[in-house]
């Protein structure tokens, strides 16, 4: 796509944005929203399929010419879908910063440290958020992956209506103080617990996130904001980092190909009644083009 034409899509993109906007008064936040699915298109599926199983510890629960589905017992996470070819992802495209499962103890975390440990996998970061401990790595196509478990919300602290968040130095020697078991791979309980997306325009996304979806705005950083559902510290992470103003990727590389959420009949209504569509599921792209698919929960 040429740098006009994108342009041009975009200026379409906001305009008919900002009709729906206009249509909604006051939007009620949502009562419950489950992140279920991200799909992401790979390279080498054999050579994914061996990253997230053995490394990640993922389980394989389903399988096509070209495809593949991977989870817990009873719940699916991932889709591949194989892109042959395909280029690294671009930082400075919107799509994928990371996605990121939510393990559902401290211990699984340390588990999980052990495992990397044990079969000399490197880290990219680990980072103390004060609401989570988190551990950063990447997939073979640059796709962004965190692993993180959440501290009790009893603990996390609020400044007025904005929760307390940081990326702070992980204490790794406390965290490997919990009680160690054999590595069996991801627990079952590990959701998707959030996506964190590179965005282009951080008005126009907190307009579209907040504004016509109705999430809540928890906190911010520099070049960045973190909405979520029912008061959690975030479900969707959205930065300008590398990608203010930037284009989307080119077919040829490896990119995000949809974030698939559960949201209560009430709320799925109230999306399709604001966006002038009865369809199910519901697809729609917000200001970078970043595509969600709503589903009846």
């Known amino acids: 796509m040429s740098k006009r034409s994108w342009t041009l899509s975009l200026l379409r993109r906001r305009v008919a944005l900002a009709s729906i906007y206009a249509r909604l008064g006051d939007v009620s936040v949502f009562s419950g929203l489950v992140i279920s699915r991200v799909d992401l298109s790979v390279a080498n599926l054999e050579r994914s399929l061996h990253f997230y199983q053995d490394v990640l510890g993922l389980a394989l629960l389903d399988s096509s010419a070209g495809q593949a589905t991977l989870g817990v017992p009873g719940r699916p996470l991932l889709h591949l879908v194989e892109q042959p070819g395909a280029r690294p992802s671009l930082p400075s495209s919107p799509g994928l910063f990371h996605f990121a499962l939510l393990v559902p103890h401290r211990a699984a975390l340390a588990q999980f440290v052990r495992h990397l440990i044990e079969i000399r996998h490197p880290l990219q970061g680990v980072a103390d958020h004060l609401v989570s401990e988190a551990l950063y790595l990447e997939d073979p196509d640059g796709h962004g992956i965190e692993v993180y478990s959440d501290r009790p919300s009893e603990q996390w602290s609020w400044d007025g209506p904005v929760l307390r968040m940081a990326t702070d130095p992980l204490d790794l020697e406390n965290l490997l103080t919990e009680p160690d078991a054999p590595w069996q791979g991801m627990p079952e309980g590990t959701?998707?617990?959030?996506?964190?997306?590179?965005?282009?325009?951080?008005?126009?996304?907190?307009?579209?996130?907040?504004?016509?979806?109705?999430?809540?705005?928890?906190?911010?950083?520099?070049?960045?904001?973190?909405?979520?559902?029912?008061?959690?510290?975030?479900?969707?992470?959205?930065?300008?980092?590398?990608?203010?103003?930037?284009?989307?990727?080119?077919?040829?590389?490896?990119q995000l190909r949809g974030v698939e959420l559960i949201v209560p009949d009430a709320d799925l209504e109230r999306l399709q009644r604001s966006t002038g569509t009865s369809a199910h599921p519901l697809k729609l792209s917000d200001p970078a083009g970043n595509p969600l698919i709503f589903r009846r929960d």
């Open 191 to 254: 959701t998707m617990g959030h996506v964190h997306l590179h965005v282009t325009d951080l008005a126009a996304t907190q307009q579209f996130y907040c504004g016509l979806l109705g999430l809540d705005l928890m906190t911010t950083y520099p070049r960045a904001l973190f909405v979520s559902a029912a008061g959690y510290h975030h479900h969707f992470g959205l930065n300008t980092w590398q990608s203010r103003h930037g284009q989307p990727a080119p077919r040829d590389h490896a």
